[in-house]
């Protein structure tokens, strides 16, 4: 079964600083992998996506997240952090078969301060 | 364009009491289905799937149960609510193909007291 484990739950960055947050997977076969973001008390957001094209995949509010298959890592970053950034991350990889079910990291809450 | 309503926003139940709650998507036909649950301070956990109507398949044992009565609608439901239950529940779909996303409504949050 393919699996995903974040390394880091709470990650306290200052505004501008570089966000990192880490994501392996575990799988048997070529992964499809996601991040998700979640503000409070709101459903998820699909950030980024990696479905076996480019390895460094771009996302929406400047993240990116580059696919290293030697690594089995799937690392979100960006830039520079804002004090919107700030919400819990989940990395997920598709499982195989047909209902294409995700499994999900436990999640890294992202602090930003000033 | 596709969107995914939850309902209701909040409960708050007692325990021993019934669940109901409801997830319907528009704009798009025969999708995949999920419910998950989050509890606090932890991940997400996914409970029942469907691929189509009628089609319901358990994650987790659980007093939970789930039915899909049409295309677009996926219910969750208990009939006697346990403390554990408490938690947000968050309905998604997809279109089944292997690289699509899956799309989350905005949840529920529910406090069994």
């Known amino acids: ?114 | 364009s596709q969107t995914i309503h939850q309902w209701p926003a909040t409960l708050v139940q007692p325990v021993g009491s019934p669940l109901s709650l409801e997830c319907t998507v528009e704009g798009t036909s025969n999708p995949n289905l999920y419910w998950y649950r989050q509890a606090a301070g932890r991940g997400l956990q996914l409970l029942f799937y469907s691929v189509g109507i009628g089609q319901i398949s358990s994650e987790v044992p659980q007093n939970l149960s789930a039915s899909r009565p049409q295309d677009r609608q996926f219910i969750l439901s208990s009939k006697k609510l346990l403390l554990s239950d408490s938690g947000f529940y968050l309905c998604a779909w997809n279109r089944g193909s292997s690289t699509d996303t899956q799309y989350f409504g905005p949840g529920t949050r529910l406090t069994v007291l």
Not at chain 1, 31 to 50: A, C, I, R, S, T
């Open chain 1, 1 to 114: 079964a393919q699996s995903v484990t974040q390394l880091g739950s709470h990650v306290s960055v200052s505004e501008g600083a570089l966000v990192l947050l880490r994501c392996n997977y575990s799988s048997s076969v070529p992964p499809y992998l996601f991040w998700y973001v979640q503000y409070p008390n709101q459903g998820l957001q699909l950030l980024l996506k990696y479905t076996s094209a480019a390895t460094l995949v771009k996302g929406i509010n400047g993240f990116e997240a580059e696919f290293k298959k030697s690594e089995t890592s799937f690392h979100l970053t960006k830039p520079s952090a804002h004090m919107s950034d700030a919400a819990e991350y989940f990395c997920a990889v598709r499982e195989t078969g047909t209902a294409s079910k995700l499994t999900f990291g436990t999640g890294t809450r992202l602090q930003v301060t000033l």
